[in-house]
């Protein structure tokens, strides 16, 4: 009995430690009209199309990750930053660079044992949000939610917001959520997902 007690110890050991590593990244297809935005020794973790901008063209959020990250990045000391894109359609189907955030998207490792947070963008019309999913025993999710306001060509944020529970008790679930009249007028440039807004 001890050693079936010991060796079934083992294997729920074993199960955990695989189950926190990292799994491989998806190879994404970029087109050719966007592979100009991606700089040497990064890749693309996340590309989604729509309407950026309420315009009549299609626009393209487009998250970049380092080669390598995985073992570079230290969500305590040294979290390694994910760059997120806004890249506006041009009459001519190609894309320009509107904006850029390297501080939008959390670390590789600041998802906790749950892994790699990122779980994806979402973008209708003249808003995209920014979605994570991580914890260990406590479970949480944010989503941060921009608004492109025309007047002023730009995008603010939104809503800045998510949920927590706990794995044995998912029925009871914490929300909190803030909008601009929590944090102000904050420009997608100067948000920073590492700071209390």
């Keep these: 009995m001890k050693h079936f007690t010991f060796c079934l110890a083992c294997l729920l050991a074993v199960a955990g430690f695989v189950a926190n590593a990292q799994a491989p990244k998806e190879e994404i297809k970029v087109p050719a009209s966007l592979k100009q935005f991606i700089p040497h020794g990064y890749k693309v973790l996340d590309l989604t199309k729509g309407n950026l901008n309420r315009d009549s063209y299609p626009d393209a959020v487009m998250v970049l990750y380092k080669v390598g990250e995985e073992k570079t990045s230290d969500v305590a ?9 806004l890249l506006a359609g041009q009459k001519d189907n190609s894309y320009r660079l509107v904006a850029r955030s390297d501080n939008a998207v959390y ?3 600041c998802g ?21 999913y991580g914890g260990s025993g406590w479970r949480w999710t944010r989503i941060i939610t921009f608004k492109y306001v025309p007047a002023e060509n730009n995008w603010f944020l939104y809503k800045d917001g998510g949920e927590s529970f706990h794995a044995t008790d998912p029925e009871h679930v914490e929300t909190k959520v803030k909008t601009a009249k929590n944090f102000g007028k904050v420009p997608f440039k100067k948000f920073d997902i590492y700071k209390d807004q």
């Design 112 to 132: 906790g044992q749950m892994g790699d947070p990122f779980t994806g963008i979402t973008i209708k019309d003249g808003y995209f949000s920014v979605e994570h």
């Design 77 to 85: 000391d040294h979290p390694e930053k994910r760059p997120l894109l």
């Design 107 to 109: 670390c590789v490792d």
